[in-house]
């Protein structure tokens, strides 16, 4: 609009007098059609003089000398002490009858897992069945193995025969008879340890299945159906992909404890690797240097598993996080990315801030 003007009528036989006022323009008004003389100055501060002055932590040195001179008293402590009788462990470490009984321990691992597992996830659908028959067979059944102790079942099926000489199979209740085995045949050590293994580690399997499940949040399983998705398919795509989030994490440490667990076995005589070392010492009197042995490997185990663990929970992770969590090596890089000295620090910062055409 134009500049409002205020108009003064004369008195008779004058012209009109012209007073005119001025607004404020709208040109005033808008910072962008300001004169380029009022534009503020935009250019690009240098900080090649700025010091770059790292945060301090000092209670985090303080932390850091205390567990290093921890660290080194128990290091030296284990190297200086003459007891602990490396020589012996080095010479029994990669022992044939040693990686035998680790063998066997990594098969009781791998079989009890796999089914228990297997058994559990059926025991976890019957448990969210709505069927009161498989939801009640279900708690039972985990009910009396998480409130047994795993020892008791060993033997117990390892005992099997003093109940039943014979297994039969056929039609129950009757005398038609297709297969009969002797028990004490059918159930050897390794059998008794694969059962009791599986059914302990399955009820356990069941409930850390079932929370996963119930883990996923309930409006993702109703706008699949309201898309006409298949059972199956919601089940296999949609349910347990997210459930695995939370299945992974308790998962791995079951299986980590059923490692550590088959040690138990040993009151069958069986010949894993705590057995195995249990034979040696007690024939060689060198009880700490083998023990020992069996720590080591049983460490070297868990470790593997846990890096598996880090990476399957990180393919998992996709689906929740934007950005996925730094590997280890990557974590490495960031660290000494970050922890450059100052200097260069303050010369590529320099060098970034520098007016183009300068080097």
Same mark, same amino acid.
Request: hydrophobic share 45%.
């Given at each position: 609009? =134009? ?54 932590? =000092? ?75 498989? /939801? ?104 347990? =992909? ?60 868990? /470790? ?21 969590? =730094? ?33």
């Amino acid at each position: 609009m =134009p500049p409002a003007v205020k108009t003064t009528q004369a008195h008779a036989g004058q012209q009109p007098a012209t007073e005119a006022v001025q607004e404020p323009s709208v040109a005033e008004d808008d910072p962008s059609s300001a004169p380029n003389s009022a534009a503020p100055n935009t250019a690009t501060p240098n900080y090649a003089d700025y010091a770059v002055v790292a945060a301090r932590h =000092p209670w985090r040195w303080v932390g850091t000398v205390i567990v290093v001179a921890l660290a080194a008293a128990v290091l030296y402590s284990l190297v200086s002490n003459p007891r602990w009788e490396w020589g012996v462990v080095a010479q029994w470490f990669t022992a044939e009858s040693i990686l035998r009984g680790l063998g066997q321990t990594l098969k009781l691992t791998v079989i009890s897992g796999s089914l228990g597992f297997l058994l559990g996830f059926i025991l976890a659908l019957m448990r969210l069945s709505s069927s009161p028959l498989f /939801s009640s067979v279900s708690w039972t059944f985990s009910w009396i193995f998480r409130s047994t102790p795993l020892l008791v079942q060993l033997l117990l099926w390892y005992n099997l025969g003093y109940l039943y000489e014979t297994i039969r199979l056929g039609v129950p209740f009757t005398s038609i008879t297709f297969a009969e085995f002797q028990t004490t045949s059918l159930i050897s050590q390794f059998a008794a340890a694969v059962l009791g293994l599986t059914l302990n580690q399955a009820a356990y399997s069941a409930e850390i299945i079932r929370g996963g499940i119930l883990s996923v949040d309930q409006g993702q399983i109703e706008a699949a159906t309201a898309l006409g998705i298949p059972r199956w398919r919601r089940s296999t795509r949609i349910v347990l =992909p997210q459930a695995m989030r939370a299945i992974l994490p308790t998962a791995f440490n079951e299986i980590i404890g059923l490692v550590k667990g088959t040690s138990i076995v040993y009151v069958l005589a069986y010949s894993e690797l705590f057995y195995t070392v249990q034979v040696i010492y007690n024939r060689t009197q060198q009880v700490l240097p083998m023990l020992l042995v069996a720590t080591i490997w049983y460490i070297v185990i868990t /470790s593997v598993l846990s890096i598996a663990q880090y990476y399957i929970e990180r393919h998992y992770s996709r689906g929740a996080l934007r950005t996925l969590p =730094p590997t280890p090596l990557q974590k490495l890089r960031s660290f000494i990315s970050t922890h450059a000295p100052i200097r260069s620090t303050a010369s590529s910062t320099a060098s970034n801030t520098a007016p183009k055409g300068q080097s």
